[in-house]
Nanobody
């Protein structure tokens, strides 16, 4: 069973930055496709970013140019660097192992002035 543990959420002002981390247990991390999703209050969970085992990335239009997904296979960890944060980025952010379908427990990001 895969366990995913997110960290790094918090409260930040508009224009600020945060870096989320997602540590994965188990073997074979370097072969996994990993993604970040987010869910704002009263809304569905939406795709944010994805990275495949070769390091190719893709982003939702709403975060393109502001967020960067990366991975460190030696640490079994995927990151989401979030810059130029906006009020509408407020949500619970979830890490997902797309190779198995497992989700992390989520970490709250609040952008507030």
């Amino acid at each position: 069973q895969v366990q995913l543990v997110e960290s790094g959420g918090g409260v930040v002002q508009p224009g600020g930055s945060l870096r989320l981390s997602c540590a994965a247990s188990g073997s074979g991390f370097s072969f996994k496709v990993m993604g970040w999703y987010r869910q704002a209050p009263g809304k569905q969970r939406d795709f944010v970013a994805i990275i495949n085992r070769g390091g190719t990335t893709n982003y939702a239009d709403s975060v393109k140019g502001r967020f960067t997904i990366s991975r460190d296979n030696a640490k079994n960890t995927v990151y989401l660097q979030m810059d130029s944060l906006k009020l509408e980025d407020t949500a619970v952010y979830y890490c997902r192992d797309l190779s198995t379908g497992y989700w992390g427990q989520g970490t709250q990001v609040t952008v507030s002035s």
